[in-house]
Nanobody, 122 residues
Framework: QVQLVESGGGSVQAGGSLRLSCAAS????????MGWFRQCPGKEREGVAT???????TYTDSAKGRFAISKDNAKNTLYLQMNSLKPEDAAMYYC????????????????WGKGTQVTISS
């Protein structure tokens, strides 16, 4: 079955960097749209970055210029490089996958990981 396992979260000072990883299995990874979402307690989940099967990417406005999504099809792994981190970036970060780019766009992909926590200290 489909499995998505995130790693790389942790605590970092504001201005620092983290790289999140998502190891995928159980599906034809290269054919899927992959994305990163985040959620803070009491807030709605928001999409952070998406990478489509053709390699094209999109970002939420707050992530543009600071975050970079990438994938390694040979390793079935998705990445999110996060630089210049701000206190408002603190959240649980989730990896997601779907064949449909539309479902990713509307925040309803079929497959989710369990998340990795990112904490930012000012």
């Amino acid at each position: 079955q489909v499995q998505l396992v995130e790693s790389g979260g942790g605590s970092v000072q504001a201005g620092g960097s983290l790289r999140l990883s998502c190891a995928a299995s159980g599906f034809t990874y290269s054919s899927y749209c992959m994305g990163w979402f985040r959620q803070c307690p009491g807030k709605e989940r928001e999409g952070v970055a998406t990478i489509y099967a053709d390699g094209s990417t999109t970002y939420t406005d707050s992530a543009k210029g600071r975050f970079a999504i990438s994938k390694d099809n040979a390793k079935n792994t998705l990445y999110l490089q996060m630089n210049s981190l701000k206190p408002e970036d603190a959240a649980m970060y989730y990896c997601a996958a779907d064949l449909s780019g539309y479902r990713m766009l509307v925040g309803a992909p079929n497959y989710w990981g369990k998340g990795t926590q990112v904490t930012i200290s000012s």
